[in-house]
């Protein structure tokens, strides 16, 4: 079944109407189930199993970083449509001793034997999405490593049990899993080690199949027992040094053992009066500040959701965000992102002049120009019994990576190196031993300098879109956690790529309307210039914790994937 059959089936009772109407007994818009409410502690991933496995790590005495490292390893074995620990890690973290935010950036950087000349002697203009050269290291075991040294108190061994104990044993595919895997292998089954570690003869497991990977169970153990270095420096990275010589790859052992993830500061911006937290650059998490900052200025209260000026304004806000996102998002080692003024209500001021009430606008130029100086994922929630949130996010890009999978491994690499740009001058262009733009972006807001809620939306380009969403779903719209997910979702598509891989957009670009936006509305946009049209499911994933007022924690998880939201 299709990820939109199953949105269009959840939200086919407000088909029709805004979000004030409902068919449920207790009156609630939008919601497919109750929010989940516990008073000690709380997870929410995309897979029952991995949430399940959270939760007997809290109850074990392990803190929320514990709990998410378990369930992210769970999650490599049971959704490696989404992740792995051949991906990038990026993560959140609100310590309560400290009681401010931490973020940690693991994403890895391009092999240093690759470079820009290679890419052009072999004719190519973009980078490919598979196979050995978009390939970049895999952040996701050292970001284990170091949120563990920081805010861990059980062993590593005992993290990765569960996971070790599942690959060897077995697990059922669930369905929205089984749905993407199905998708992938003819795509991936050409690279070497795909078909012999994640296929069952050829083909993809079946929904209610049991899965097993013992190769992974054997590297999870390694690492569980030798730590880091087992796969930045040990006989894992020698087994992906040959692997690559062997198959017209780059990566090297040296790229592994000079490896370091770091940590950073979270940035900013305040939404009528709660304070929005992202990771800066790389990533893309500060889109989603600047289309906040341009929406304050307008009651979209008022307005309703659903209504044309609602979807109408943040459609021209997110174009106006993303042409920004296109030009100045980069690794800031090799270009100074200027975050500040990006995200500044003043530069929202100036910038949000553009965004006219009657008419879409067609092509959107960054409101800074760059002056150059020297991608499917998982997400998932856990807040513990002590107050420690975690908020995190883990992709190989592209649902199941590069499909490059190291013999005897059991886990495929990333193929993250396809959002560099293979031109020279442009920020996010292709360089040796560099970081890629990257989609993955875990979100936080506080509320006076207090922890209120830890989410984040999955899906490319719909993440920022997805996060600005849900923080106006629940302080604009006053929908509850539940509510404000499985609310029809806005997607615009279309606007300049930091890749490279796309024109200037100069037509508008393609606005994509989930089940649930009523008819007039659709129809008031045509007027307005948006071009609306109909999509199998690009709506992203979503996970949720929030810090309940009258004590304990409220749990929200995604109606469009397998997940769930659970506590104790």
């Not at 049971?78 to 620990?85: A, D, V």
Request: no cysteine; aromatic share 10%.
């Amino acid at each position: 079944m299709s990820v939109l059959r199953l949105s269009a089936a959840l939200l086919a009772a407000v088909s029709a109407l805004s979000a004030t109407a409902a068919d449920r007994v207790t009156g609630a818009g939008f919601a497919t189930r109750s929010e989940v409410m516990a008073p000690h502690a709380m997870a929410a991933t995309s897979h029952p199993l991995a949430t399940q496995i959270a939760l007997d790590v809290l109850k074990d005495g392990g803190s929320a970083v514990d709990a998410a490292i378990a369930a992210n390893a769970a999650l490599g074995l049971m959704e490696p449509t989404g992740n792995g620990i051949g991906g990038d890690l990026f993560a959140i973290v609100w310590d309560p001793k400290s009681k401010r935010l931490h973020g940690y950036n693991g994403s890895g950087r391009s092999p240093k034997a690759l470079t820009l000349e290679e890419f052009e002697r072999r004719g190519l203009s973009d980078i490919p999405a598979h196979g050995p050269l978009p390939v970049t290291v895999p952040g996701t075991v050292d970001a284990w490593f170091a949120l563990h040294a920081k805010f861990g108190r059980r062993s590593m061994a005992q993290n990765l049990a569960p996971a070790v104990a599942y690959a060897r044993n077995g697990h059922p595919v669930h369905e929205v899993i089984a749905y993407y895997w199905d998708r992938s292998v003819p795509t991936l089954s050409k690279w070497p080690g795909f078909r012999e570690q994640f296929t069952m003869n050829g083909r993809a497991p079946r929904k209610g199949e049991t899965w097993r990977n013992p190769n992974l169970a054997r590297t999870l153990e390694t690492i569980g027992r030798e730590g880091r270095d087992a796969f930045y420096k040990g006989a894992i990275a020698r087994t992906i040094d040959a692997y690559f010589r062997a198959n017209d790859g780059f990566l090297r052992y040296e790229d592994l053992a000079a490896h370091r993830g770091e940590w950073v500061s979270p940035v900013s911006t305040n939404y009528r009066g709660y304070d929005v937290w992202e990771l800066p650059p790389n990533g893309q998490g500060i889109a989603a500040l600047q289309i906040l900052n341009l929406l304050e200025p307008y009651d979209l209260k008022s307005y309703g959701f659903g209504s044309p000026e609602h979807v109408h304004l943040f459609a021209e806000a997110k174009k106006l965000a993303f042409a920004d996102r296109a030009a100045s998002y980069a690794d800031p080692d090799f270009y100074r992102t200027p975050v500040e003024r990006l995200i500044s209500k003043e530069y929202a001021r100036e910038r949000g002049k553009l965004i006219s009430m009657d008419k879409a606008m067609k092509a959107a130029e960054p409101g800074i120009i760059p002056e150059l100086n020297e991608g499917d994922t998982i997400y998932l929630t856990v807040a513990d019994k002590d107050g420690m949130m975690v908020s995190l996010i883990q992709s190989n890009y592209r649902g199941m990576g590069s499909g490059m999978a190291a013999p005897g491994l059991g886990f495929i690499f990333q193929d993250r190196g396809e959002q560099f740009v293979l031109k020279k001058g442009h920020p996010n262009s292709f360089a040796p031993g560099k970081r890629p733009f990257h989609t993955i972006i875990p979100a936080f807001v506080t509320k006076d300098g207090k922890p209120w809620l830890s989410y984040g939306v999955m899906g490319g380009a719909m993440q920022p879109q997805g996060h600005a969403q849900i923080v106006i779903n629940l302080v604009d719209f006053g929908m509850n956690l539940q509510e404000a997910g499985d609310a029809p979702r806005i997607q615009h598509d279309g606007s300049t790529d930091p890749a490279g891989q796309a024109t200037a957009m100069s037509d508008g670009g393609e606005l994509d309307l989930e089940t649930g936006f009523p008819y007039a509305t659709v129809r008031a946009l045509m007027r307005k210039g948006h071009s609306v049209r109909f999509a199998d499911g690009p709506y992203g994933g979503y996970q949720a914790i929030m810090v309940n007022p009258q004590g304990g924690y409220i749990g929200a998880s995604e109606s469009r994937k397998d997940g769930q939201a659970a506590g104790y």
